[in-house]
């Protein structure tokens, strides 16, 4: 064999292998694409499942008329029989992101948004953080290339434990939590499990709003009836987060034109055996939840939201200013009604002058400079402690003795 042919052996041996690979780990390991688009293990170990990504669900409306459930961990167990009429379910496969919603509604055929008889958007506590659509929900070519990613030594690990959990039979046994092709998370409900109550996301970004929006004018302009709501909770949150949570919530119901709220509804705060812990109802709590929705347009009026405006600062584009006009802002505190909120909104822009200027003029917000080390070591958020380190405002022995 002479050396060019050699050459040509070997490179075309190795292009065989990579393409060998890419294929064994996406139709092994990953066959639909569901790790990058499930948060969570449920079909990890599924080699026989049903396909379940948002597209593949939405696929089911070329052939009838469903409801759409848009939500999170809170309405991924809700089905067609617990709504009462057919649904897909994309709260495992979207999880909350109104960006992601607004961009599979545009995905759909004519003849599939036809068939749209109703959305139920739930407008989650803990969703207000994102700041961006998913890279996969782009397009339906960029969906089908994203999965081509998913290589690595844990997907070689995962393919294995795929091929031996499937090695056994099949069935409800072997695989007691699952999800259906209509999208809905069948699992074994567990006792009631008792933890504080806490919702993760202390401000809203302007980037939502707008989405939350986008996807209401989308309802809209297209005829499809859009049902915006909360769900209840066990038991409301400490005093100054349930202010902040009313605050948001005030928002989001102006973005999207009608919230129902009804996370504190009398009939479930209180009563454990509606939940599986303090913010998930349990399918028996569900269904009492979903006959409560279905009544709010008819017999029952909205439920009002605490008159809590929440801080303009929030919908400013802080990108665009300087360090100037943030220290002027700070002094004369315009448009600040919550702290919290304000120095998130400027720690999200990852400006290092921004969180250099903010940190010289926090004590000014009644906020402590040790507080907000803390919290961003606590939160791992090094983005925030970089600058000033880098600026020398950070001594190592004063740091460390005055951490909290």
């Not at 393409?19 to 449920?42: A, C, H, K, M, Q």
């Not at 057919?86 to 003849?111: E, Q, V």
């Not at 997907?155 to 091929?163: G, H, M, S, Y």
């Amino acid at each position: 064999m002479t050396k060019r042919k050699w050459t040509i052996c070997t490179i075309s041996m190795l292009a065989a292998l990579i393409i060998s690979l890419i294929i064994t780990v996406n139709l092994i390991i990953d066959p639909y694409g569901e790790f990058r688009l499930i948060e969570g293990d449920y079909n990890k170990l599924k080699l026989k499942a049903e396909k379940t990504t948002a597209l593949q669900v939405a696929s089911k409306l070329n052939d009838g008329k469903y409801a759409l459930v848009f939500g999170s961990s809170r309405t991924m167990l809700l089905s067609s029989e617990i709504m009462g009429e057919p649904i897909l379910n994309f709260s495992t496969s979207i999880y909350n992101n109104p960006g992601d919603i607004l961009a599979l509604l545009k995905m759909l055929s004519h003849k599939q948004l036809a068939n749209v008889t109703n959305i139920y958007f739930l407008v989650d506590i803990n969703g207000f953080h994102y700041t961006k659509a998913a890279t996969e929900m782009s397009s339906k070519s960029r969906l089908f290339l994203e999965t081509l990613r998913n290589i690595g030594p844990e997907k070689i690990e995962d393919a294995w434990n795929c091929l031996v959990a499937n090695n056994k039979q099949y069935g409800a046994d072997n695989f007691p939590n699952n999800i259906d092709s209509y999208g809905t998370l069948h699992k074994i409900d567990k006792p009631y499990h008792e933890k504080s109550p806490f919702f993760s996301s202390h401000f809203v970004t302007p980037y939502y709003l707008k989405s939350l929006k986008a996807v209401s004018t989308f309802c809209a302009d297209h005829a499809i009836k859009s049902t915006f709501f909360t769900a209840p909770w066990q038991q409301p949150f400490i005093r100054p987060l349930q202010i902040k949570a009313d605050a948001i919530l005030s928002q989001a119901a102006k973005a999207c034109g009608n919230l129902l709220n009804f996370q504190l509804q009398q009939d479930f705060t209180g009563n454990t055996s509606f939940f599986n812990d303090p913010s998930h109802l349990n399918v028996h709590g569900l269904k009492k939840f979903i006959k409560l929705l279905h009544l709010s347009g008819k017999n029952i009026p909205q439920i009002e939201l605490s008159p809590i405006k929440l801080p303009t600062n929030v919908l400013v584009d802080y990108n665009k200013i300087t360090p100037e006009t943030l220290s002027n802002i700070i002094n004369q505190k315009q448009n600040i009604s919550d702290a919290d909120s304000f120095i998130q909104a400027i720690c999200e822009t990852k400006r290092k002058d921004l969180i250099i200027c903010l940190y010289k003029n926090i004590e000014k917000l009644g906020q402590r400079k040790t507080a907000f080390i803390a919290s961003s070591i606590l939160y791992a958020k090094p983005d925030r402690i970089k600058p000033l380190l880098e600026r020398g405002l950070l001594h190592q022995k004063l740091f460390f003795k005055n951490i909290p």
